[in-house]
């Protein structure tokens, strides 16, 4: 199957700091990304829909001014989570839509906000 | 409102066979998909089903039902490693993921 990488892994950052999680389809290009959010033991919360050359499109409730989302080429999205603060702290997902049918999910970061 | 429901957790034992079952309600319809998420990684993709009937994939096999909402994943010959936790979700009118909250599947010697 198709390759999504992310970066980093793993992000330890103190409180008041911004961190840049970088998500690549690295066989294919994606028009379209989407970015999770993941608490522990719980399903994936769709953040936002993150689309190649235009405004994400954010669900209710997720702050855009916080995260911030760019999708400057077809294998490249960015989340910045602005000013971290302790309950920013969670695994954050990425995922590529490589057809209508198929999304390819990235091996997800892991933020801590000390 | 678009739901997906699945039970939370479930036991069963090595060697076994256990079906998850997942009803959703969606605002149209595109398919339904099964995904493996083990602890602190990414989900995996196990199957897809737009058309009713089994689909079946090795030990794994998928089922849906379009007139009742309705699937399960059918884990035959269980093997500890299977110990994950397992999310269905259904695409909708839109073609986003509509996710379920997980089974999380413990397997016994």
């Known amino acids: 199957g198709a390759v999504v990488s992310q970066h980093p892994s793993r992000v330890i950052c103190k409180s008041g700091t911004s961190v840049k999680i970088e998500c690549r389809s690295l066989d294919f290009q994606a028009t379209t990304m989407f970015w999770y959010r993941q608490f522990p033991k719980k399903s994936l919360m769709l953040m936002a829909t993150s689309n190649e050359g235009s405004k994400a499109t954010y669900e209710q409730g997720v702050e855009k001014d916080k995260f911030l989302i760019n999708h400057a080429s077809l294998t490249l999205s960015t989340l910045t989570v602005t000013s971290a603060h302790p309950e920013d702290s969670s695994f954050y997902i990425c995922?590529?839509?490589?057809?209508?049918?198929?999304?390819?999910f990235g091996p997800g970061t892991r933020l801590t906000v000390t | 409102g678009q739901n997906i429901d699945q039970p939370t957790e479930m036991t069963a034992t090595e060697g076994a066979i256990v079906q998850i079952n997942c009803t959703y309600q969606?605002?149209?319809?595109?398919?339904l998909f099964w995904y493996q998420q083990h602890a602190g990684e990414a989900p995996t993709f196990l199957s897809y089903?737009?058309l009713d009937g089994l689909e079946e994939k090795g030990r794994f096999s998928s089922f849906l039902s379009r007139s009742k909402g309705y699937s399960y994943l059918l884990l035959k010959e269980l093997q500890m490693k299977d110990s994950a936790s397992y999310l269905c979700?259904?695409?909708?009118?839109?073609?986003?993921?509509?996710w379920g909250a997980g089974t999380k599947l413990i397997i016994k010697p």
């Open positions: 995922s590529a839509r490589a057809s209508e049918y198929e999304q390819y």
């Open positions: 979700a259904a695409l909708d009118s839109n073609y986003q993921l509509i």
């Open positions: 969606t605002s149209g319809f595109n398919g």
């Open positions: 089903n737009v």
